[in-house]
């Protein structure tokens, strides 16, 4: 991967030799971790496919499992344009089998994979999803449909934005009514001020398996920069809400991107894993007591996160954060709930 390659304005540049200045012991090694949130593409001179991801994984932590979540990559370049999305589907399932032969380590990568489906298109959505069924050899698990919408507009991505309030929408409802159905997942991607909107899309569908991505992503740009107290009091009673609602679950992680605002990348030398978990720690200790940690799953989110911090760097914090947990806790938060709500094979 080039460090001088363009990348888009919206994601933090990954700068190998940058982050190549900070190498930890693992903490942990031994721990079996499934990693339930990580992208593939090929973005003009941003390169993270296999070879990529397994250089991550092999970076020194236990990594047995990978989720693959919706990158808008690899879409099919003709067909009806609802059906476009299968594509990405039907080339990570490639990749999933190339990691199922053995031939690059005992790991399985993207053995359970989340497309996209425009759940917008009502009852027709159902076509879509048994389109990504018959792709995903068995391993497609659900769809994410990005809603990150924020009035603020810095904080947009300018390559895919969403509507203001589309998941309160009757044809929103419609497509999501034929997911849940199915007992596929739902990834949510949204902002910290949304988080009230998927609170009540949980409880209009209690048997739907919802995941919240990245804590419900607090802000720290734009209007919302320097104001990490006020934005982290505006989100803690947020998530006590939707906790309530025993459907949902949370990953732990995300919070290396540049929406967030905490501007690891702007310092001189690559953060610590103490840095990050001190960083994170508000976010992720009011998460694990709100939901427990059977609801809860530590995330890579990487590439993306990738600008702020290296993939073993990263799970040594998350190591820091759980280190006053029980073991069995630690087992849950690592692997056992991404296991149980992905229904990864053992």
């Not at 990594?63 to 919706?70: G, K, L």
């Not at 990570?92 to 790991?107: K, Q």
């Amino acid at each position: 991967m080039s460090a001088t390659a363009p990348r888009p304005s919206h994601y933090l540049p990954v700068r190998e030799d940058w982050l190549a200045r900070r190498v930890e012991p693992i903490l942990e090694p031994a721990l079996p971790i499934v990693d339930p949130h990580h992208h593939l593409w090929d973005r003009g001179g941003w390169r993270y496919l296999h070879d990529e991801l397994l250089a991550d994984m092999n970076s020194g932590h236990n990594i047995t499992h990978t989720v693959f979540v919706q990158a808008r990559a690899f879409h099919r370049a003709d067909g009806p344009e609802e059906l476009r999305p299968v594509g990405e589907t039907e080339f990570v399932n490639g990749v999933a089998a190339m990691s199922a032969s053995g031939l690059y380590g005992p790991s399985r990568m993207c053995a359970g994979i989340v497309g996209h489906a425009n759940l917008a298109l009502g009852a027709k959505v159902e076509a879509v999803l048994e389109a990504h069924i018959r792709a995903g050899g068995g391993r497609f698990r659900g769809i994410r449909h990005i809603t990150a919408w924020d009035a603020d507009p810095v904080t947009l991505n300018p390559g895919n934005p969403a509507p203001q309030g589309v998941m309160a929408t009757a044809a929103f409802r419609e497509g999501f009514a034929k997911l849940a159905a199915m007992d596929l997942t739902f990834d949510a991607w949204l902002y910290h001020k949304q988080i009230p909107e998927l609170t009540a899309l949980a409880r209009a569908f209690p048997g739907a398996r919802i995941v919240l991505d990245h804590v419900g992503g607090p802000l720290g740009i734009g209007s919302y920069a320097g104001k990490h107290k006020e934005v982290f009091a505006a989100w803690e009673p947020m998530i006590r809400e939707l906790a309530t609602c025993p459907n949902v679950h949370v990953k732990l992680g995300g919070l290396g991107m540049r929406i967030n605002g905490f501007d690891f990348d702007a310092a001189a030398e690559p953060p610590s894993s103490e840095a990050l978990a001190a960083a994170w720690k508000p976010y992720i200790d009011t998460t694990i007591a709100a939901f427990g940690a059977d609801r809860c799953m530590f995330e890579s989110n990487f590439p993306v996160d990738k600008g702020s911090y290296s993939y073993a760097v990263g799970w040594n914090a998350f190591k820091r954060l759980a280190a006053g947990a029980s073991a069995a806790e630690k087992a849950a938060l690592f692997s056992g709930t991404a296991t149980r709500f992905y229904r990864l094979g053992g």
